[in-house]
């Protein structure tokens, strides 16, 4: 399944390229900023767009903001290696701007098709841009840490239910040390929320 999973994820890759997706990004960008993580995550983290570090390397959050993530994962007895990081859009904006709405919906299905491929058990959206996706009536100052059962369409129109929970962006609290508390208290509920996702597909 594995070998599945990465071909999947892989041919993602080349689709985004062959398609030219967004050709004004990925004319000015460096690397095109694919998830990184364990295939078979039980939490998947879902970020904006790349920032300049994670355009010079090729890999999501691995500048300020990635120092933030890394933090809250080991304070939370969490492995980078086992949970999957990505981003809606993948290429860096330029300036590291937000990203623009034409272009997230450019790259959604390409999100979605991550999304069933990794099969989390809990989506975490970091910040309104990417909680706008699963959540789009909501604000993220309300909705933050709370958990929400969010419809994603399958293959052949299936639906599927799939827990989510925004949170703070990491960035947010390096600029406003207000969040930094919420943050991480939502942070704290990520592994007992998958416990209890995993005690329900048990019975």
Known sequence: MNTDKRKLLEQIRADIL???????????????????????????????????????????????AGRVLNQALVNNQLERADVYITNIVKYRPPNNRDPEPEEKRAFWPFLLQEIKTIGPKLIVPLGRHSMGYFLPEESISKAHGRVKNVEITKDKGQKQLIAVMPIYHPAATIYNRQLKADFEADFAKIKEIINQITKKEEK
């Open 18 to 64: 062959s398609e030219n997706i967004c050709p004004d990004l990925a004319k000015q960008a460096t690397n095109l900023v694919m998830g990184v993580g364990s295939i078979d995550a039980d939490v998947m983290f879902v970020g904006e767009a790349p920032g300049r570090d994670e355009d010079k390397q090729g890999e999501p959050f691995v500048g300020a």
